[in-house]
């Protein structure tokens, strides 16, 4: 009996890891079609700890776009850069580990990190002073830039940003929650890509809601790039690291002394809009804050022409 079933456990063992390879093969056929639908579209730097993959047009003062979680630089191009690059330098990259950019190791996902190895591509490709444009975990990364590397830029325009640790994450990422870094990238070879295939179009309802997603946006805005297996790996590892950098940076919010904004939809369904308003507004007197009623979270998206108007209103300020 015992030897009937070892036998049949097995058996039961080889078909799991004969499904799990089978889904890990198919997942990364999925991953090679996507990178062919939409390669790099910009230029690849090194920095320390990874790699910065980034899109450089026009001239002028340089204003810098950083995107948000799981996310890419499409977030911008597809709606904003054009709009600007004929009066700025408009830089759009993908966070270190996001879309075509890379790092050596969990640890550059922490906040702090990910801020300090885009100041050094800013240093090495002498980027002077930009306004940084950061949208959603992006604007976290731009408060970050502002605290910790404040003669490296002029200014921040803040896009729906993480401001403060929400008490409670978006429905749109539960899938994230994932405190192993192993169990991360098992589910990443395996379940990741099917599971966003078959939840594609409920996800983009919450992160685009009350707001319609464009009907380009899985190409020209990059969201198939989020059907790799390393992208659910960014995104889950980006995740865990606001819990552990957010709090700290929301309490420094007061040391920023620079030109800085924010405009928000109130009707996000992604970042509390007043949670995270009042934990700027409470911490820097000179913020220019602006909300537009009946906006979800990507309002660079959704509302490029107000979304310009901002970015143009800081570079104002912060260039003077």
Do not use: C
């Not at 079609?33 to 090194?46: F, K, L, N, S, Y």
């Not at 990874?50 to 191009?77: C, S, W």
């Not at 009350?210 to 995104?235: C, H, I, K, S």
Request: proline letters at 6%; hydrophobic letters at 45%; a neutral charge.
């Amino acid at each position: 009996m015992t030897s009937i079933l070892l036998m049949v456990l097995g058996g039961l063992v080889l078909v799991i890891l004969a499904a799990m390879a089978g889904l890990s093969i198919w997942s990364h056929m999925v991953a090679h079609r996507v990178e062919a639908a939409i390669p790099p579209a910009g230029e690849i730097a090194t920095v320390t700890g990874g790699k910065i993959h980034y899109l450089d047009q026009g001239e002028g003062r340089p204003i810098v776009m950083i995107h948000g979680l799981a996310g890419h630089l499409q977030n911008f191009t597809h709606s904003t850069t054009d709009a600007l690059k004929d009066d700025f330098r408009v830089i759009a990259l993908d966070r270190p580990g996001s879309g075509y950019s890379a790092r050596d190791s969990d640890e550059q996902a922490r906040i702090p990190e990910q801020a300090r190895m885009i100041a050094e591509f800013l240093a090495a490709k002498g980027i002077e002073k930009p306004l940084i444009a950061g949208h959603s975990l992006g604007g976290a990364v731009a408060l970050t830039l502002a605290l910790n590397h404040p003669d490296s830029i002029s200014g921040i325009a803040l896009i729906a940003p993480l401001a403060k640790l929400p008490e409670e994450g978006a429905k749109a990422f539960n899938a994230l929650k994932i405190a192993s870094p192993l169990i991360r990238r098992l589910v990443g070879e395996t379940l990741a890509v099917p599971m966003s295939i078959r939840t594609g179009d409920a996800t983009l309802r919450l992160v685009f809601g009350p707001n319609e997603a464009p009907a380009d946006f899985r190409l020209r805005g990059g969201g198939l790039l989020g059907l790799r297996p390393r992208a659910f790996v960014t995104a889950s590892t980006d995740y865990a690291a606001v819990g552990l950098d957010m709090p700290a940076l929301t309490a420094r919010f007061s040391e920023i002394k620079m030109p800085a904004g924010v405009i928000y939809g109130d009707s996000d369904r992604i970042l509390d809009a007043t949670i995270n308003l009042d934990a700027l507004r409470s911490s820097i007197p000179q913020l220019d804050a602006e909300v537009l009623p009946g906006i979800g979270h990507m309002v660079q998206i959704n509302r490029p022409a107000e979304t310009e108007a901002f970015i143009r209103r800081m570079a104002a300020k912060s260039f003077g």
